[in-house]
Each structure stands twice: as structure tokens, then as C-alpha cells.
């Protein structure tokens, strides 16, 4: 049920207008059709969790304010475009509404049985989605990474990850329409916005963005032919 509600609903639980930057709601008559509600019995960030990222990064998560999704990948040495914790950012894939966070952080950071604690996966982790957790001008974020399914923490510096494979058909299920409906990364600064959202509203903005996204495109086409580093942070241990 869970599966097929994220399949049938997730597009309407991202909230965002490219062409003017304001939150919208899609409604469909399919929506009815599958429905999704928190376990009652996880209701709370699990121990091993909060315990690892401290308690700022989880008051972040827990009250966040608003949160953001990226499509994010490694970041080669020749790359010159925007990043997020040291990764290139590809496209920005919506702002995340409420019942989407919640759907989050029930099945993959309060349910047990989608975190494994004790055993490691013998994979690297290949980032693909970055949620960016914001409170006040404070923020946590959170990585998805697929095939090598994890759940990764960054804040202030620091970066834990926990060995996800038992909520892999979840974290699928969360990244590819994602990823499908991400644009192109417009910067916010750029536009004097003090909300990452991510979305040039004017055809000038539309230029500028073309522009300064060409170091995405061009080491992305480099990349076809290489395989991913497998060195530095991403090689997953579990906490």
C-alpha cells in the first residue's frame, strides 16, 4: 500500500510552479485511490539517529519550516557550477510539502525496520537526491542515494550515514519522480531571493541560468565516459 500510494500521489505532494516560483496543489481523481497514514508507533526520530547527528541538526528536521529537494551527483575537479555540501547540483526537483516530510521521516527515520544499524553494505554510495531540511537561516540535509541505498545527514561539517537497504523500494519509489520533474538550478542570489527555491521566473533569468549552467552540461557529458570516484565520504558505513 505504501509503495502504491507514493507511485499514485508522490507528484502531487511536490509543490512548486516553474514558470513563477509559487507553491501550487495538483489534485487527481487517481489520488483518492490509495491512501497513507504514519505507523502511531514510530513517531520519533530513532535514538541511534538523533544520537549521531546531535540535536541541532535534529530540531532542523523535526521543525522544519520548509523543505527543499536538489538533484545532486559527485562533483568532478574540473567542475565550476553551484554545489551543496561539496556535490554538483544537477536540477532542483521541488519544494516538499507537508505530508511528503512526513511520509519521510516516518519510513526513514522513525521506522526501525527501514534502517540497518549493524550491518554494512559493501557499495559506494551514488548520491541522487539532497533534501535541504530549513529552519530560520539554519538547515539540515538529508541525502538519498541509490543504487547503494542510504540515508546521509550533513550539518555543520559533519556528515553520518546509515545503511538503508531495507527501504530501498521506498527511496526508488521517492527519487525518480523526483528527478523526472526536476529543472534546471536557478540561483537565488542571482535574483536578490532569499528563498532557495531554485526557479527563474523572467526570460532574462531563463538566460542567465542557461549560462551559468553550462558547467553542468559539460562535465556531465565528460562524466558518461568515467566511472564515479569511490573515494572520500561516500563509502557507507553504517552507525
Known sequence: MLLRFIAVS??????????????????SPTTQEATWKPDPKYNTVLERISSAIGPSALNNIVN?????????????????GYTIDGM????????????LQTLIKSELMMNPNNIEFN??????????????????????????????????FFYAGNITAFNAK?????????????????VDFASPALFNQLMPIGVAQTEEQKALIQKKNEPIRNWQQEQ???????????????N
Open 224 to 238: 558518461e565516459n568515467k566511472k564515479a570516484r569511490r573515494a572520500g565520504w561516500n563509502k557507507l558505513k553504517a
Open 10 to 27: 508522490l507528484y502531487c505532494l511536490i509543490t512548486y510552479a516553474p514558470a513563477f516560483a509559487q507553491d501550487t496543489d495538483a489534485t
Open 88 to 99: 554538483a547540483i544537477v536540477g532542483f526537483c521541488g519544494v516538499i510539502n507537508q505530508e
Open 166 to 182: 531495507p527501504a530501498a523500494q521506498i527511496i526508488d519509489a521517492i527519487i525518480d519522480p523526483l528527478i523526472k520533474n526536476k
Open 119 to 152: 550491518q554494512t553494505e559493501n557499495c559506494v554510495i551514488r548520491p541522487q537526491i539532497m533534501l535541504r531540511f530549513v529552519r530560520g537561516i539554519d538547515s539540515t540535509d538529508v541525502l538519498l542515494s541509490s543504487p547503494c541505498h542510504a540515508l546521509a
Open 64 to 80: 522544519s519550516e520548509q523543505v527543499f529537494c536538489y538533484q545532486i551527483a559527485n562533483r568532478p575537479e574540473n567542475y565550476t
